[in-house]
């Protein structure tokens, strides 16, 4: 198995079903994790010295942090209704909580924090949704977190890609301090498939094929993205949806095109 993909496991005592830290990416900035909370469960932890991004992925609940609370918060039931989520930005030095109103799948992105922002609720009118592509490298985007909006370093993005499209392409990357053109920035991908049987594919791979990998990606499944480019595509019958954290030294998403494949949006 490649060391790029990382399966769920079983919910320990706090649901917790994923995670990829600094640690175990073997790198810098990203930490990641799914939590799968029970009706009534609660959620408790410190974002330390940790920005904090929490997703609700699916179905409602109560988050307190950073001396702020939020009541009955969520609509989105189901992954796939295809509504912007609730979120809430928590700053380093915060403690929080979160009590499950009804089964809740959240996500808990995180990266170096400095102190410089509020605690928030992103509500899913303030989530920015886009269409990007055409024909089969059509895809949908929520922007939850995008560098246009307050943080010190998290990008927070969903996307949906329709059955047997690519998504992510053509190819591209961002491992190179080459601003204003190419920015660094790691990035996870959580991979959710309906039918939930279904199957995708990633590819992670540098110019020089030091790096890689090609996986098959089950639902529930994150890939790390160290550097590379990373296209995916969802085979015919399976819609797939996303979730991309992002962060590096600059928050500045500035990408590169893999050159063998540029011509595709130069033909566009």
């Known amino acids: 198995m490649t060391s790029l993909l990382v399966r769920p496991q079983s919910p320990d005592a706090d649901g917790k079903v994923l995670e990829v830290t600094p640690q175990s990416a073997g790198w810098d900035h990203v930490g990641f994790r799914v939590h799968r909370l029970q009706k009534g469960q609660r959620l408790s932890g410190e974002t330390g010295s940790r920005e904090h991004c929490l997703v609700l992925l699916s179905g409602r609940a109560t988050v307190a942090g950073a001396g702020e609370r939020w009541e009955d918060i969520g609509e989105r039931m189901d992954i796939f209704d295809k509504v912007p989520p609730y979120s809430v930005y928590l700053p380093d030095g915060a403690d929080f909580e979160v009590e499950a109103l009804t089964d809740l799948e959240i996500a808990v992105c995180s990266a170096p924090g ?22 089969t490298n059509t895809r949908h985007i929520h922007d939850i977190l995008p560098e246009t909006e307050p943080a ?9 890609t329709p059955p047997g499209n690519w998504s992510s392409y053509p190819p591209h990357k961002h491992d190179v301090d080459n601003l204003p053109e190419e920015s660094i920035l790691e990035e996870t991908y959580y991979h959710r498939l309906n039918p939930s049987q279904g199957f995708a594919f990633q590819r992670v791979y540098t110019d020089d094929r030091s790096l890689d990998e090609t996986m098959a990606v089950d639902n529930g499944c994150c890939v790390m993205v160290p550097r590379g480019y990373h296209p995916v595509g969802a085979p015919h019958g399976y819609e797939l949806y996303y979730l991309n954290v992002m962060a590096g030294p600059k928050r500045e998403w500035k990408f590169k095109n893999d050159p063998e494949h540029e011509w595709i949006v130069q033909q566009q």
Do not use: F, M, W
Request: hydrophobic share 30%; aromatic share 4%; charged share 20%.
């Open 114 to 135: 400095h102190g410089n922002h509020k605690a928030r609720l992103i509500a899913p009118q303030q989530v920015k949704c886009s269409t990007r592509g055409g024909g």
């Open 152 to 160: 010190d370093g998290l990008l927070v993005v969903e996307v949906y």
